[in-house]
């Protein structure tokens, strides 16, 4: 996409994000906080994909925010509004730790390992019957977070969402874009020219996780109640991986875009095939894959390249 196309459909975006609360009924915003979820954890996949790393943990790190947020109100008695910060830190700290053993990795290994450790979280969850209450899962006895109001449920969500967009844009216009840029071109050259890959790796699967954690203890509190198999659902990985690429990767308005128009269709799965829109999210990811490597944003970009060739 070209950077006056972002700029617009960013405004338009903005402007449609902020207003939608005061002419929307209930309904619209549940589909609209949807979107806004699967479109945080999309962006942040695509945070770390600028690494080169590609990631198939979202949901690993996400359940886990949720059950930190969830065990932190019942176990510990947090407020509501701080379990969810709670959960960031949680998801950031387990991902720091884990960052050490993984980040070694590279290619399909890193991505069959972070695969491999959303479904050991979630079986142990499953196990710890007495803490996380086992397969039944737990529920927040006194409610959900602000009473379950649709409008301030909305607010939540596009706060966690804001996040996402300012640690996207802080990983496009600090250096940090050029260190994983450089990492993602050639990992010997990046080395020779004095980047830590170890360090920037770590930064980035941190911040992306903490993010991730943010969004489950956000869910959670809105809902009022986890169980694994709800939290660690392969729809938080499978969806959001699918919106970045249909969308375009590298970017942030690109998840953005892939989030609006399959965040749509995929209201519209459910409905239709409750059980099987996970295996059209599948097909997507294999025809971006295979035919628009770069997303909608080349359909986008292909006209504004020949408009400047004939104006040239």
Not at 118 to 129: A, K, S, T, V, Y
Request: hydrophobic share 55%.
């Amino acid at each position: 996409m070209n950077r006056n196309a972002s700029r617009i459909f960013a405004a338009l975006f903005g402007v449609l994000a902020v207003t939608l609360p005061f002419f929307a009924g209930d309904y619209p915003l549940q589909v609209a906080r949807n979107i806004m979820m699967y479109m945080a954890l999309a962006i942040t996949w695509d945070m770390l994909l600028r690494s080169g790393q590609i990631s198939f943990g979202i949901a690993g790190l996400f359940g886990i925010g949720a059950y930190a947020a969830i065990l932190g109100v019942i176990r510990a008695g947090m407020p509501a509004w701080f379990s969810i910060l709670f959960a960031a830190i949680f998801s950031g700290v387990v991902a720091f730790v884990i960052g050490f053993l993984i980040l070694r990795l590279r290619a399909m290994y890193f991505s069959i390992v972070t695969l491999a450790l959303g479904e050991i979280f979630r079986i142990i969850i499953h196990n710890l019957h007495d803490f996380t209450g086992g397969p039944e899962g737990v529920v927040i006895q006194k409610g959900v977070i602000f009473g379950g109001d649709a409008n301030r449920l909305y607010w939540l969500v596009l706060a966690g969402l804001a996040v996402a967009v300012a640690a996207s844009y802080w990983f496009e216009k600090s250096k940090i874009h050029f260190a994983l840029t450089a990492i993602r071109n050639n990992e010997i050259s990046a080395k020779s020219s004095g980047i830590d890959i170890f360090r920037w790796l770590l930064l980035a699967f941190v911040v992306t996780s903490a993010i991730q954690g943010l969004l489950g203890g956000i869910f959670v509190q809105s809902y009022g109640f986890a169980t694994p198999d709800t939290v660690f659902s392969a729809d938080f990985t499978l969806l959001p991986l699918a919106m970045a690429l249909l969308g375009g990767v590298y970017s942030t308005t690109g998840p953005i875009f892939g989030a609006v128009l399959l965040g749509l269709v995929s209201e519209w799965l459910k409905l239709k095939i409750p059980y099987g829109h996970l295996v059209v999210y599948g097909i997507i990811i294999i025809i971006v894959i295979l035919f628009m490597p770069q997303g909608l944003r080349q359909l986008v970009r292909r006209p504004a390249h020949k408009a400047d060739g004939r104006n040239a």
